[in-house]
């Protein structure tokens, strides 16, 4: 994949999962709107490449420059000076960008490595699951700025810690450790530092390279499309997808390989 120079983010491409770090330290990694756009492109790049068949990626990693910040929100240097209309418009493209990570076909892990507050706290939930080193620290203080959450906080912080939780860390506007991040079902695991942070989430992305590509995508695809339906329903969707499986050479792969006790190769198809 050909990525242009960006000058707000860094992308390491090795094996196959692509890293992305936010790259602006002086600024706590904040979300600007060209941070925003340079990630959107990326996005586009990597979803492109995905469908195209033109690189096998198989994960992606988000993470912030620096040994501070994975990102300390929504740039409010640049907030401040918006008209209503125009904070209409920086949310919605915001959530888009998020909507497009969840949408992408890969697994995508936050590895945070320090503040991850407001926006920041927003672009991590909307990966897959969030990796955090044990200094890390995690909130949407909107409150205490007179905002309220505009990338998602007020949707996804619910569905990953329940209710009254979001309800508490919304209203307060309290920052978390990565500890009690933890506790509450935010972060997926804890690493001592940086380098156990992105060797972990790798690990993990490369465990799940293992396995077959179509299979990964659909489960993440399923699970996202169940969300907010009855039992019944979600039901539903989940045996669809149990069918669309049966189409795929890689479902004949897996099985095949698994009774003739060999390791599967999977085509990806
Ligand atoms: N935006 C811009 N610059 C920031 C920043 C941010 N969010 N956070 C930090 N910086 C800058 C600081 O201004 C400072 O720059 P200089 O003064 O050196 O030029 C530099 O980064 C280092 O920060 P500090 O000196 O403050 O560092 P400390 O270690 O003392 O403190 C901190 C670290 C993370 C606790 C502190 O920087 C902090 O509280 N930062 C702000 C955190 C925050 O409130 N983030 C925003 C959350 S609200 C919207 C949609 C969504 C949102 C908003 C609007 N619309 C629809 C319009 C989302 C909003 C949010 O994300």
Known sequence: MHFKEY???LIVQQDTIVTVTLN?????????????DELDHVLDIVGAAI??????????????AGEKAFAAGADIREMTGMSPDQAWAYSTRMQALTLKLESLPVPVIAAVNGFALGGGCELAMACDFIYAATRAAFGQPEVS???????????????????????????????ITADEAHRLGLVNALFDSQEALLTGARRTLLMIAGQSPTA???????????????TSRGLEIEAESF???????????????????????????
């Not at 700025?145 to 569905?159: A, D, N």
């Not at 499986?245 to 599967?264: N, V």
Request: charged share 20%; glycine share 12%.
């Open 24 to 36: 602006r330290p002086v600024a706590l990694n904040a979300l600007s709107s060209q941070v925003i």
């Open 145 to 175: 700025l007179g905002l309220v959450p505009g990338f998602g906080g007020s949707v996804r912080m619910q569905q990953r810690m329940g209710l009254a939780r979001a309800r508490e860390l919304l209203y307060t506007g309290q920052r």
């Open 243 to 269: 069918r669309e499986a049966f189409r795929t050479a890689d479902m004949q792969e897996g099985t095949r390989a698994f009774l003739a006790k060999e390791k599967p190769a999977f085509p990806g198809c």
């Open 51 to 64: 469908a195209g068949g033109a690189w096998p990626c198989r994960g992606m990693i988000i993470t912030g």
């Open 7 to 9: 000058s707000s983010l």
């Open 216 to 230: 990964v995508a659909a489960v993440k695809s399923t699970m996202r499309r169940v969300e907010g339906h009855s």
